[in-house]
T-cell receptor, first 112, second 110 residues
Framework: EAQVTQNPRYLITVTGKKLTVTCSQN?????MSWYRQDPGLGLRQIYY???????DKGDVPEGYKVSRKEKRNFPLILESPSPNQTSLYFC???????????FGEGSWLTVV | GQSLEQPSEVTAVEGAIVQINCTYQTSGFYGLSWYQQHDGGAPTFLSYNALDGLEETGRFSSFLSRSDSYGYLLLQELQMKDSASYFC???????????FGSGTRLLVRP
């Protein structure tokens, strides 16, 4: 089954404690991206990657890091989480030549 | 600046037709997409318009007018399961740098 898998799905953490949200896709997609969704603001793009070792900033990259060492994986790293990073996070992927973007199930992150 | 505007809420009756509008302001426009999201779920892709005109996919159609910076999603033969949030998104400089609208919550009544 074609899917984008995120982990963890739910996490409560404390300010300043580094965390990583993993994302993996099994569709051999070149493009992967991270979004955060906050009430009334829709989805905002954090980072995206066009292929292995190629990443670029989206609209809200501050406080986040990403890496793309393998085609299937695109982890989101919060080096020092703060309460304003409490949000619902979505990973997504698609083919470079396609317009259909597939989203993961989302990761609810709470920073206290 | 860059922005997308869509109505926050729309209510319609089962079996009816509803249109959700989206106006955008962005540099380097690169296509208009529509996504559906049920409460607690992930966004799912509905349609994409790169050129002016109407794209039809089953009960859903999407329209784009680049000269008016405007598009809409048309849902026909509404069903209860269509109750969800609908987001328009535009590609900025590429189809991969996406800006999303804040979403339209559609409520379908019996």
């Amino acid at each position: 089954e074609a899917q984008v898998t995120q982990n963890p799905r739910y996490l409560i953490t404390v300010t300043g404690k580094k965390l990583t949200v993993t994302c993996s896709q099994n569709m051999n997609h070149e493009y992967m991206s991270w979004y955060r969704q906050d009430p009334g603001l829709g989805l905002r793009q954090i980072y995206y990657s066009m292929n292995v070792e190629v990443t670029d900033k989206g609209d809200v990259p501050e406080g986040y890091k990403v890496s793309r060492k393998e085609k299937r994986n695109f982890p989101l790293i919060l080096e020092s989480p703060s309460p304003n990073q409490t949000s619902l996070y979505f990973c997504a992927s698609s083919r470079i030549s396609g317009n259909t973007i597939y989203f993961g199930e989302g990761s609810w992150l709470t920073v206290v | 600046g860059q922005s997308l505007e869509q109505p926050s809420e729309v209510t319609a009756v089962e079996g009816a037709i509803v249109q959700i509008n989206c106006t955008y302001q962005t540099s380097g426009f690169y296509g208009l997409s529509w996504y559906q999201q049920h409460d607690g779920g992930a966004p799912t892709f509905l349609s994409y318009n790169a050129l002016d005109g109407l794209e039809e996919t089953g009960r859903f159609s999407s329209f784009l007018s680049r000269s008016d910076s405007y598009g809409y999603l048309l849902l026909q033969e509404l069903q209860m399961k269509d109750s969800a949030s609908y987001f328009c998104a535009v590609g900025r400089d590429s189809s991969y740098k996406l800006i999303f609208g804040s979403g339209t919550r559609l409520l379908v009544r019996p």
